[in-house]
C-alpha cells in the first residue's frame, strides 16, 4: 500500500515538473500547407514623419477586413491576439480599432444573424480572468462566439516558473482581485493572473477567414496600436481551407468543436472578386505556415539564397540566433541583405530599452549587414516581412504575426505566416520591394527610417540579459 501511495504521489510531482507533455505537432500545430491563388494583395500599413515633423499614418488593412465582413454570406472566424482598449489615448493618428471591430461584427450580425461569427483570442485581453472585456461581452451578447485560447495546453517557454505553476497553482484557476496593478492599463489585478501571465504563452496569431477570403497579417485590432507599421495579404477564393484547418486546433485544444465553417455542411467558395480576367493570370503557389514550420521557411530561404540574391527583412522583434547566423550567412556567400528593425523604444507611452533588436543589430552590423531603424513616434515598426528575390525570377513574400524570437519561432505562442511565392514582376512583388525602398530611402520627403548608429547599442551588461531573456 504504501508503495503504490509512494508511486502516485511521485507521478504527480513528476507530471507537473514535467509541464505540458503534448507535443504541438499532436495538437494541430506546426502545420504546413500550400495551394495557388489567383487573387492576391498586399496591403500595407505605414507612419511616417514629414519635413515639418507632423506624423502621417496611411492605412489598408482593416478597411480590407471590415470589407471582408460586409461581404461574409456563411461564416466569419477571426483570430487575433489584442482586442482592448488598454493604454489607449486618442489623438492624431490613432483610432479606436477595437471598438470599430466589435461594432462591425455586432452590426453584422443584426443585418445577417445568418452568419455564423467565431472570435478565437488571447486570454491576455482579460488580464488573465482579472478583467471583465466590454468588447468580449458586446460580442457575445450579439451572439458571436469568443474563444479564449487554453494557453495550459502549448509548451511551457518559461519552465521556471511554468513548471512550480502547474504543480502548485494551475489547479486554483484565475480571478478578479486587487492585489497589484494592472501591467496593460488601469485598474488591479489578482496574484493569481499575474503568476499565470508570467508562464508566457500567447495565442499570437492574427487571421481572419470567410467563406470567400483569407487575410494574415502582423496588425492586430488594438486600439493604442492603431498607429503602427503592418502588412498583410489577402487572398480571394483561395487558401481558406488551410487556414480552416490551422484554426481547428486552437479551437478543439480550447476545447471549442461547434464552429460550422470547419468541416460542416457549410463550403469554402470562390469570391465574387474572381472574375474572368482573372483567371488568365498564372497561378501564385500559396503556403500557410504556423509556428515552427515558419522558421522552417526562413532558414529555407536564407540557405537557398545564391550570390546576388535580394533579401530585405522589416522585423518588430529579432533574436533567434539560429536565423540570426543565417542572416549572417547569406550576407557572407555575396547575397544583397537589407535590415529593417524597430528600435525598441516605445511601448504604449512607455520608453523601452532596446532589448532584444539592437543587441541582434550589433551581430548583424559587425558581419557587415546593412541595417537602418524604423524612425517611430511612439508607434511601432509591428511589420513581420521577409522578402526574397530568387535566381530564376520569381520571389517569396513571407509575412504574418511570427517576430523572428524562440518564442514565436520553436513552437511555444500559436503563430500563423503566409508565404507568397510569385514572379518578381507580380504587383504584390513589386509593391513589397518598393515598399522596403520607400521606408529605406526616404523618398519623397517622408522620413520612415534612420541609420544604425542613432539606436547603436554596445553595452556587454544589456547583450547579457538579452541572452538570457532569449
Known amino acids: 500500500m504504501r508503495f503504490w501511495v509512494a508511486m502516485t504521489i511521485l507521478s504527480s510531482v513528476s507530471a ?3 509541464g505540458c507533455s503534448k507535443r504541438p505537432e499532436k495538437l494541430g500545430l506546426a502545420y504546413s500547407s500550400e495551394t495557388v491563388a489567383k487573387n492576391v494583395r498586399l496591403l500595407v500599413d505605414e507612419t511616417w514623419v514629414d519635413a515639418e515633423g507632423k506624423r502621417h499614418v496611411q492605412q489598408e488593412i482593416f478597411e480590407s477586413l471590415f470589407e471582408m465582413i460586409d461581404e461574409a454570406e456563411q461564416f466569419i472566424l477571426l483570430d487575433f491576439f489584442l482586442i482592448n482598449d488598454f493604454m489607449y489615448e486618442p489623438g492624431s493618428g490613432m483610432r479606436p480599432l477595437s471598438r470599430e471591430l466589435v461594432d462591425r461584427l455586432v452590426a453584422k450580425r443584426k443585418a445577417n444573424p445568418e452568419v455564423g461569427i467565431t472570435f478565437i483570442t488571447d486570454p491576455v485581453n482579460t488580464v488573465y ?4 472585456s466590454p468588447h468580449f461581452k458586446a460580442l457575445e451578447t450579439a451572439g458571436v462566439q469568443v474563444v479564449l485560447t487554453d494557453l495550459n495546453q502549448l509548451r511551457d517557454s518559461n519552465p521556471i516558473i511554468s513548471k512550480p505553476w502547474r ?6 484557476g484565475v480571478a478578479p482581485g486587487n492585489a497589484v496593478d494592472n501591467p496593460m492599463g488601469e485598474g488591479r489585478i489578482s496574484m493569481r493572473s499575474m503568476l499565470k501571465l508570467l508562464n508566457f504563452k500567447a495565442n499570437h ?6 467563406e470567400k477570403s483569407l487575410l494574415v497579417t502582423s496588425a492586430n485590432p488594438h486600439s493604442a496600436s492603431s498607429a503602427h507599421w503592418n502588412v498583410a495579404l489577402r487572398v480571394d477564393g483561395a487558401g481558406q481551407q488551410m487556414a480552416l484547418e490551422a484554426e481547428r486546433a486552437v479551437l478543439e485544444f480550447s476545447d471549442f468543436k461547434h464552429f460550422s465553417g470547419i468541416g460542416g455542411r457549410r463550403s469554402v467558395g470562390a469570391s465574387r472578386h474572381d472574375t474572368a480576367p482573372t483567371e488568365r493570370r498564372p497561378p501564385l503557389r500559396l503556403e500557410l505556415l504556423t ?13 537557398n539564397a545564391e550570390a546576388g540574391t535580394r533579401i530585405d527583412l522589416a522585423m518588430f522583434y529579432f533574436s533567434d540566433r539560429k536565423v540570426a547566423r543565417a542572416f549572417i550567412s547569406a550576407r557572407q556567400r555575396g547575397c544583397n ?3 529593417i528593425l524597430d528600435p525598441n523604444k516605445d511601448a504604449f507611452g512607455r520608453k523601452k530599452n532596446g532589448i532584444p533588436n539592437r543587441q541582434t543589430a550589433l551581430k548583424l552590423a559587425k558581419a557587415g549587414v546593412p541595417l537602418r531603424w524604423a524612425d517611430t513616434h511612439g508607434e511601432q515598426c509591428h511589420v513581420k516581412m521577409l522578402h526574397v528575390e530568387h535566381a530564376d525570377e520569381t520571389a517569396t513574400l513571407l509575412l504574418g504575426s511570427c517576430n523572428y524570437t524562440r518564442r514565436n519561432m520553436d513552437n511555444f505562442n500559436a503563430e500563423c505566416n503566409l508565404a507568397l511565392t510569385a ?3 507580380d ?8 515598399a522596403f525602398d520607400r521606408w529605406w530611402s526616404n523618398s519623397d520627403g517622408r522620413t520612415y527610417t534612420v541609420g544604425y548608429e542613432t539606436y547603436a547599442d554596445r553595452s556587454l551588461r544589456r547583450r547579457i540579459r538579452a541572452w538570457l531573456m532569449e
Open 423 to 425: 514572379p518578381q514582376a
Open 16 to 18: 507537473g515538473l514535467l
Open 337 to 339: 541583405v537589407r535590415v
Open 129 to 132: 480572468g482579472s478583467i471583465e
Open 205 to 210: 496569431r492574427k487571421v481572419a477567414v470567410t
Open 427 to 434: 504587383a504584390n512583388m513589386q509593391r513589397a520591394r518598393e
Open 167 to 172: 504543480l502548485l497553482l494551475k489547479r486554483w
Open 291 to 303: 509556428e515552427r514550420k515558419i522558421k522552417d521557411k526562413v532558414l529555407e530561404l536564407l540557405a
